[in-house]
């Protein structure tokens, strides 16, 4: 269980947590139910009300030696919520799907554990894609977006950090977020796509299955990208790839070219103007578009 110092479990100020009947609280025990079971991933599920980071709370956890592999932690609303570069993720109170879960890919070599937020991205977007009926893509390396109004925009991120002998992977997903809820234009959410399914309990089982799924193929493969199909499929599903790009990389530099492949390290390789192929495995990617 998480912490109750750093996770409440009760609304405050007084207001009922069916305040928003248009976003109702998830069903914990309902979701322990589908998704916690012998023999699978999940070893525990934990719904709080409120808190700063369910990766802080899990990773916290996870160093302490007090949370086993297949922990998820779920919040309906997350205080300080951070993407990555640090940039801040904040929504409405149950407005989107936000959980963190604990993985050990310990027959991995760790120098594999880079695919783990692509996998995961893999994951959410076919998840959705099923369950909510949206049209979903990827950007690299850890962005779903959605189309709205015939724009791309992001309606999710996703951030893996080390925690101890493990990995915490957070999600992201705006799901119910309205136009004048969103915190920058170029976000978007399931609902502003048109999502046909916007109730959060069968979205997150979804997703979690389909992330069980993927990982048990990566972990079977000995987390080799090409051998569990999963490279190919990241490919197929990601928007960055055949656009002109603009990686903005440590130190102030940047590089500008056509992103041709993702490698077998998970990194992107851009075909730059010079001829060279740069393959950039950490940096902020600008979609450019058509000159």
């Known amino acids: 269980m998480t912490s109750r110092n750093t996770a409440e479990h009760t609304t405050g100020g007084g207001r009922s947590r069916w305040s928003d009947l248009d976003r109702p609280p998830l069903n914990a025990a309902a979701l322990r139910r589908a998704l916690v079971r012998e023999g699978g991933l999940w070893t525990e599920l934990d719904v709080v009300q409120r808190t700063g980071s369910t990766n802080a709370d899990l990773v916290a956890r996870a160093e302490a ?8 932690v779920v919040a309906e609303e997350q205080t300080a919520g951070r993407g990555r570069l640090d940039r801040s993720w904040t929504a409405p109170a149950r407005s989107g799907l ?26 959410v977007a076919t998840a959705l894609s099923r369950a909510a009926g949206v049209d979903t893509a990827l950007k690299w390396p850890n962005d779903l977006l959605v189309t709205v109004g015939g724009e791309e925009r992001k309606a999710g991120g996703i951030l893996a950090e080390r925690a101890g002998d493990g990995v915490v992977v957070g999600v992201g997903i705006n799901v119910t977020l309205r136009a004048d809820e969103l915190p920058v234009p170029q976000a978007g959410s399931l609902v502003l796509a048109g999502a046909v399914n916007t109730d959060r309990d069968p979205l997150l089982r979804a997703v979690l299955r389909a992330l069980e799924d993927w990982y048990g193929r990566w972990r079977a493969a000995g987390g080799d990208p090409a051998a569990c199909g999963l490279q190919e499929t990241y490919a197929a599903g990601c928007a960055t790839l055949g656009r002109r790009v603009r990686a903005e990389l440590p ?28 393959p950039v495995g950490a940096g902020d990617i600008v979609h450019l578009r058509p000159a």
């Open 98 to 123: 936000i959980f963190s879960v604990l993985l050990r890919p310990q027959e991995v070599p760790v120098a594999r554990w880079g695919w783990l937020p692509l996998l995961t991205g893999v994951a």
């Open 65 to 72: 030696g007090t949370a086993a592999e297949g922990a998820v």
């Open 251 to 278: 130190g102030d530099r940047s590089l500008v070219g056509e992103a041709v492949a993702v490698d077998g390290d998970g990194r992107l390789v851009l075909a730059t103007d010079t001829g060279e192929r740069e």
